[in-house]
């Protein structure tokens, strides 16, 4: 578990340098890395975010959460 923990500090550190999360910055954690498919447009661009709890896709830019609620 304390490596899943380093992954996420790392994550937050990336953050704060770039401001904003790349794809690849996710990739590097190794967090979650299902081949997720998008709910909106079935693209595979998706990735998980543990922080939130939810994944984004970066082609359409819908949080797969909004709609399953
Ligand atoms: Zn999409």
Known sequence: MGKSKDQFLHLRQSRKEQRHYSV???INAEINLEPLECVNCSSTE???HQYVGDAYCSDCGVWQGESQV
Request: charged share 15%; proline share 0%.
């Open 46 to 48: 998706v990735t998980y």
């Open 24 to 26: 690849q910055d996710v």
